[in-house]
C-alpha cells in the first residue's frame, strides 16, 4: 500500500508518505526562497542577517527593510500564489480536465474586467480596485456556473463556457483600456500585468482573513472531492453530498482566486501549472489539495526570485515570468495531452 | 454482519403492500421523471429481503430509472423510496451509503490509483475526517478484494486491468462498503461473455455465502433468468410480471414485456428457463407484437 496511518485515542488519519514529504519539501523551499527574497534589492542582506533581523536583532535599517518594505511582500506571494493553485487544484479535479483551471475558464478575466472598470471608469483607489477585482472574479463564477450548470456541472461543459467567458471578457478588457485617459491606461496595464511591487501589509491582512476561513474548508472537503473523481455517481453511491460539495468547494476556490488577483493582479498560469506539478511530484492521485498549495507559493516566490534578479538592474513583474513559464507548461501540456488521445 | 438486522416498520394502512411484511427497500407509487420526460407514473415495487432480484425489460423501458430512484440518485417527482421504512430521501447520505451500496454503469478509475486504494475508498461512508482508517477498514479491504479475487492484484494500478479485472475491482470496493443491499446498474455491460459469466457468478456467490440483498438491472433475459432468484419484469415504466425465473419467464411474457415471439425451454445446465428466440421464417408469417399499435405505447 501506498499509504501510512497515524493513530492515537481512537482518530486516525491517512496520508501517503511521498505525498507528505512533497508538502514538506515544498514547505521549506517556499520558507528558504522567501529568506533570499528578503535578502535581495538595492539593500542586500544574507540570509543570516535577514532571520536575525526577523529575531529582532537587525540594525533599525535593516529593521525597516524588512519587516515595512520586503516581509509584506513576500508573504502576499506565499498566499497569493497557494490561493491561485489551490483554486486552480479544486477547478482541474472538479472539470476532470487540467485545462478546467481559473486562469483559462474566464475567472482571473473577469477579476481583471472587475479592477478594469473602477480604475478606468470611476479612476478609484487601489482598495476600490481591489475590492472591484473580487467582485468581478464571484460574478463572472456566478455567471458561468449557471451557464455551465444541467443538471449538476460537467467537466466539458465549465471548460469550454469558460473558455469563451474569459474571450468575451478579454475583449471587454481591451474596450476598457481604450476608453481610458493615458494615466488610467497605464495604470490600468500594470495592474493587468500582476505585480508584487509595492505590495504592502495593506494586502497581506485581507489575504490572510480570507485564507485562515478557505484554506481549512478547502482541505477540509478535500476527501469528498477525492470521491467526486470517480464520477457522480460513485460519489453518490459513496455517500458524497455531491452537488452542495461542489458548489461549497467552487464558491471557495473562485473567493480564492479573485481575492489573490485583488492583491497581486491576474498572475497568469500558476492556477493552471501548480496542480500538475505538484500531481507529478507527489505521484498520488486525487486532487493533492495540499501539495498544489505550496507548489503555488514556492512557484510564485521562484518567479519573483527570477523577476527581481535575474535581469540585472532591471526588474520585470512577476507576471511576465510566470507567463512566460506557464506558457512553455501549456504548450507540453497540450502536446502531451494530444499525445494520450485526450484532446 | 449487518444484513441480518430486522428493522421494525410502521405500516401504513393506506398502501397496497401494507397487507405484505414490508421489505428493507422499496418504491411506493413513485413517478419517475427526468425534468419534463416521464418515465413512470405510480410505479410501487419490492426488494425482497436477501433475494438476488434482476430487473429486466427493454431499451427504455425505464429498468435504469428505477435502479437509479431505489438508489436515492433520482428523486422521485411523486412518490417515495422507503428504506427501512424511513424515505430515503430524507435521510442523511453516508447513513444510506451503510446501507445500499451502487455499482454505477460508468465510473472513472483516477489516474494512478492502485487497485488496494480504489477498494479502500469504499470505506469513505464509515469514515470522518479524524477517523479516517482503522484496522477493521484494513480488514475489510482485504477480505473484499479476497473475495472478489483482486487481492493478489492489490499493488497494480486500475487502468493496467482487464475490463473483467476492472469490473471485479468495482465490485470490491462496493463490497468494501460493507451495506446489506448492493444495487448493480448492468454490470455485465462491455464485457465480453466469459467476464459477464464471471461477474454474475461472482454476484451469485456473493448473494449466497453473504446474505447480502442484491438487485441487478441486466440486458440479458437469459443471463437474468439463471441467476435471479426475484425477477422484475418492466415496460413502458409498468412492472409487468414480477416473481421467481421460473414462474415469470414464459414464451407469452416474453412476447409481451420484449414483443419477441419466442420459445422456453429448460435450461440444461441449470434447470432454469431458457428464451430460445423463434427463427426469422416463423416471427416473419405473423406482423412481430411489438410492432403492433396495441404494445405501443
Keep these: ?343 | 454482519m449487518t444484513a441480518t438486522d430486522t428493522p421494525t416498520h410502521q405500516d401504513n394502512g393506506s398502501t397496497p403492500m401494507s397487507e405484505r411484511q414490508r421489505q428493507r427497500l422499496g418504491a411506493e407509487s413513485v413517478t419517475l421523471a427526468y425534468e419534463q420526460r416521464v418515465i413512470a407514473r405510480d410505479l410501487s415495487v419490492e426488494i425482497p429481503d436477501h433475494s438476488f432480484t434482476v430487473i429486466v425489460g427493454p431499451n427504455a423501458c425505464g429498468k435504469s430509472t428505477l435502479l437509479r430512484a431505489l438508489s436515492r440518485m433520482l428523486k422521485p417527482a411523486e412518490g417515495r423510496v422507503l428504506l427501512d421504512g424511513q424515505s430515503i430521501h430524507s435521510m442523511p447520505a453516508k447513513k444510506v451509503a451503510r446501507t445500499l451500496g451502487l455499482l454505477p454503469q460508468s465510473s472513472v478509475a483516477p489516474d494512478g490509483i492502485t487497485v488496494a486504494d480504489l477498494v479502500a475508498r469504499g470505506r469513505y461512508p464509515h469514515q470522518g475526517l479524524l477517523r479516517q482508517w482503522s484496522p477493521e477498514d484494513e480488514r475489510i479491504v482485504q477480505e473484499s478484494m479476497e473475495s472478489t479475487g483482486v487481492a493478489e492484484l492489490a499493488d497494480r494500478f486500475v487502468d493496467e486491468l482487464s475490463g473483467g479485472q476492472r469490473q471485479r475491482v468495482w465490485i470490491a470496493m462496493a463490497l468494501a462498503q460493507q451495506t446489506p443491499l448492493l444495487l448493480l446498474d448492468e454490470p455485465t455491460t462491455y464485457l465480453d461473455i466469459q467476464h459477464q459469466i464471471d461477474v454474475l457468478d461472482l454476484c451469485a456467490e456473493l448473494h449466497e455465502t453473504q446474505g447480502r440483498t442484491l438487485v441487478a438491472v441486466l440486458h440479458d433475459l437469459n443471463h437474468a433468468a439463471r441467476y435471479a432468484t426475484h425477477l422484475i419484469a418492466v415496460r413502458g415504466g409498468e412492472v409487468v410480471a414480477e416473481g421467481p425465473p421460473s414462474e415469470v419467464v414464459t414464451a407469452d411474457l416474453v412476447e409481451r414485456v420484449f414483443g419477441l415471439r419466442c420459445q422456453v425451454i429448460d435450461d440444461p445446465e441449470t434447470g432454469t428457463p431458457l428464451v430460445v428466440p423463434a427463427g426469422r421464417q416463423a416471427r416473419a408469417r405473423r406482423p412481430a407484437p411489438g410492432r403492433t399499435p396495441a404494445l405501443q405505447k
Design chain 1, 1 to 343: 500500500m501506498t499509504t501510512k496511518t497515524l493513530r492515537g485515542g481512537g482518530l486516525s488519519v491517512r496520508y501517503a508518505p511521498r505525498a507528505a514529504l512533497v508538502v514538506l519539501g515544498l514547505l521549506l523551499a517556499a520558507l528558504a526562497l522567501s529568506v533570499v527574497l528578503v535578502g535581495s534589492g538595492d539593500f542586500p542582506m544574507t540570509p543570516a542577517e535577514v532571520l536575525d533581523t526577523l529575531l529582532g536583532n537587525g540594525t533599525p535599517v535593516q529593521e525597516f527593510a524588512v519587516t515595512e518594505l520586503r516581509l509584506p511582500r513576500v508573504l502576499v506571494a506565499l498566499l497569493v500564489g497557494a490561493a491561485l493553485a489551490l483554486g486552480g487544484a479544486v477547478f482541474q479535479s472538479i472539470s476532470r480536465n487540467p485545462l478546467g483551471s481559473p486562469d483559462v475558464i474566464g475567472f482571473g478575466q473577469g477579476a481583471s474586467v472587475g479592477a478594469l472598470t473602477v480604475i478606468v471608469l470611476f479612476q478609484g483607489s487601489a482598495v476600490a480596485t481591489a475590492l472591484g477585482a473580487v467582485g468581478g472574479g464571484v460574478l463572472t463564477g456566478v455567471v458561468i456556473y449557471l451557464l455551465a450548470w444541467k443538471r449538476g456541472v460537467h467537466g466539458y461543459r465549465l471548460v469550454l463556457v469558460g473558455i469563451g467567458a474569459a474571450a468575451m471578457l478579454t475583449s471587454v478588457i481591451h474596450y476598457l483600456i481604450t476608453k481610458a485617459s493615458l494615466v488610467d491606461a497605464t495604470r490600468a496595464t500594470l495592474w493587468m500585468t500582476g505585480s508584487l511591487e509595492g505590495r504592502d501589509w495593506t494586502q497581506f491582512w485581507p489575504l490572510l482573513a480570507v485564507s485562515c476561513v478557505l484554506v481549512p474548508l478547502v482541505l477540509g472537503h478535500g476527501r469528498a472531492l477525492r470521491m467526486l473523481e470517480m464520477g457522480d455517481d460513485a460519489a453518490y453511491a459513496l455517500g458524497v453530498k455531491v452537488e452542495r460539495t461542489r458548489i461549497v468547494l467552487m464558491a471557495s476556490a473562485v473567493l480564492l482566486v479573485a481575492v489573490a488577483t485583488s492583491a497581486a493582479g491576474p498572475i497568469v498560469f500558476v492556477s493552471l501549472s501548480a496542480p500538475q506539478l505538484a500531481r507529478r511530484l507527489t505521484r498520488a492521485p486525487g486532487p493533492n489539495l495540499a501539495a498544489s498549495a505550496v507548489m503555488g507559493s514556492a512557484l510564485l516566490l521562484g518567479a519573483d526570485w527570477i523577476a527581481t534578479n535575474a535581469f540585472g538592474d532591471r526588474r520585470l513583474p512577476v507576471g511576465v515570468v510566470t507567463g512566460v513559464l506557464g506558457g512553455c507548461y501549456l504548450l507540453w501540456l497540450l502536446v502531451s495531452e494530444r499525445r494520450a488521445g485526450r484532446i
